[in-house]
């Protein structure tokens, strides 16, 4: 095996170990925060649980892809593109959903309680995810993996969203005001938008034009 194989298979056995890790990490997550959002009937806590499962949907897609390229060294274009394009898909159910919930609560009379457990479960995200995402780019780069980069594009929003839930969780648990759940819920749904458009027309990996040779910026 020549050394260029050889980094390659590297590189790939490094991409699919993370994304074997962020199914893992964002299961969990996802099962604490949906359960603690519909405790405290928080909208955009429950709004970022099911975000995890959209990370671990694409985290599946990407990880499938990986595994077939490290075994096989199959690559087919058009199979990466619809992966692109149902992440996407996954964003806009997310924006969609967001958003509603979002309208709903503010025109209602409903009333958030305050969840500990959300502010430190997307404390420990905005901790984490932030790394993941540079330690996939970075791998996605140097392998010319487009979905992989893009699936590193959807974990940097997952930092994003984050900080924007604890935002809204510490600034209800110190103020106690309601309306900041849904526009917390909001900004998660305009960040859903943004990713899924990029995703659906395959330019979500491409943050410069040297990023890998088939970009189309």
Known sequence: MSKSVADTKKLQLRGIRLEQFTITYNVIEGLIAVTAGIIASFVSLIGFGFDSGIEVF????VLTRLRAQF???DF???KERRALRLIGVTFFLLATYVTFSSVRNLL???TSEVSVIGIALTSLSVIIMPF???LKMST??????RLLMADAKETQLCAWLSAS???GLVTFYIFSWNWVDSVASLVIAVFAIMEG??????????DDCDCIGKCTC
């Open 197 to 206: 458009r990029e995703a659906w027309s395959g330019e979500l990996a491409c």
């Open 71 to 73: 075994y096989s060294s």
């Open 108 to 110: 209602s009379d409903s």
């Open 140 to 145: 996605g780069r140097k392998l010319g993996s």
């Open 76 to 78: 087919d274009e058009d």
């Open 132 to 134: 993941l995402a540079h």
């Open 58 to 61: 694409a985290a599946v897609l």
């Open 165 to 167: 839930t604890l935002a």
